[in-house]
Each structure stands twice: as C-alpha cells, then as structure tokens.
C-alpha cells in the first residue's frame, strides 16, 4: 500500500470552471476526510465519509462544493463556478475510524484559480 | 468551531538550540496528536497524547499533555534542520480540528 493518493498534485484553473479532485485513501481504512488549507494556516475540515456514507459537512463547504465515495473506496471533490477565494491546498487524509487513530494524509492538491 | 491556538505562530532558530511550542484550547480535549507538515505535503502524525499530565518522548521530541487536559507542549531538543516544518496539534473527535500550526525554521 502507498499511502492516500491524491490527484492531481497541481491544478490551475480559470475563474468560473468546475474542477475535480480525486483521493485514493488506505485500502482499510474505512474514513476518509477532506480539508482546505491556506498557506500558513492549519487544515480547515471540509468533510468527511464513513465507507460510503457523507456523515458531517462543515459550513465552509458551500452548495458550489459536492464530495462523493460511491463504493466506499475512492473519493471525489468537485468545486463549480471556482471563485479566487477557492484557491488552496485540499488534503485527504484516511483513517480506521476512532479518534485514537492518527489521520494519513495524501500530498494534497494545490488549486489556483486566476 | 473549536479553537485551538498556537504559539508561537513563527519561530526561527539555530541549529543546535531548544524550543518549546504551544497548544491551547478553552475546552477539554478527549486526546490529542501532534503533526509536521513540510513544505507541498499533507501532515504526518509524530504522536497521540490522551492521559492528563502524560509525556512521551520521539527521540528529541517531547511531547507533553497538560493534567487538565487543555493544553499540550511539543519540546525539541537540539535542533535540527531536518525539523524545520509546521507543526500542527489537532483535537480529536469524529473529526479532528487542527491548530494554527507554529512554523519552525533551523538555521544551520
């Protein structure tokens, strides 16, 4: 196992399009989240999924931003109408569940809107 | 929101010296961990504190838990550049909030 996946690593993209991140987490790890981090700043939560199941959504996470993991596996993370605002780092991390275990996180996807 | 802050938020140091950052929060945590973070990647778990009062030692790293269970400090001995990062305390819980991180720079 590599570790949480993330793609792609970089993205830059014209205010207004839509993107779409991927994470690929542990294959055990039945949790997987989603945070926003700016430079200099801790990682916001966004989301987070137990198997397949949205089970909590921050209020950071507006009705332009949809997350998915349709078999309990992978996870997406679309952002519409992308705003300049919206550039950051997003991380996925996975874990076993249970707040006695450590996140893994993947390197992250650095989004730049221009 | 639950608030975590940190202190300080920057710290530039030589090789060699000692620092102790700082985590606080005005509620109790069930447990807590310690991250670093380097520069383009995600944070990578150094440790997991739960007892109050409770210390644990990674090789130059001493990581202590107030008995209260408020508060953490990250003590490094001797540092390294090899150290330099942002270290991140987090609050566990279904999902876990992070601090505002201390940037660590070591000059050689």
């Known amino acids: 196992d590599t570790g949480v996946s993330q793609d792609p690593r970089h993205k830059i993209t014209k205010r207004g399009q839509n993107v779409t991140f991927r994470c690929d987490p542990i294959?055990?790890?039945?949790?997987l989240y989603w945070y926003r981090q700016t430079l200099g700043q801790g990682p916001e939560f966004l989301t987070y999924f137990q198997n397949e199941a949205q089970l909590e959504k921050s209020r950071l996470l507006s009705d332009r931003f949809s997350a998915e993991r349709p078999k309990g596996s992978f996870s997406t993370l679309e952002i519409q109408r992308t705003e300049q605002g919206d550039s950051a780092m997003y991380l996925c991390?996975?874990?076993?569940?249970?707040?006695?275990?450590?996140?893994?996180f993947g390197s992250g996807t650095r989004l730049t809107v221009v | 929101t639950q608030l975590l802050e940190q202190s300080p938020q920057f710290l530039s140091i030589q090789e060699g010296e000692n620092l102790t950052v700082y985590c606080n929060s005005s509620?109790?945590?069930?447990?807590l961990q310690w991250y670093r973070q380097e520069p383009g990647e995600g944070p990578v778990l150094l440790v997991t504190v739960v007892t109050g009062g409770e210390v644990k030692k990674l090789k130059r790293l001493t990581f202590q838990f107030g008995d209260a269970r408020k508060d953490s400090s990250l003590h490094i001995t001797a540092a390294q550049p090899g150290d330099t990062g942002l270290y991140l305390c987090?609050?566990?819980?279904?999902?876990?909030?992070f601090g505002t991180g201390t940037s660590l720079t070591v000059i050689p």
């Open positions: 294959s055990e790890h039945n949790r």
């Open positions: 991390a996975s874990s076993l569940g249970g707040q006695s275990y450590g996140y893994t």
């Open positions: 987090a609050k566990t819980g279904n999902q876990f909030y």
């Open positions: 509620s109790v945590f069930s447990s």
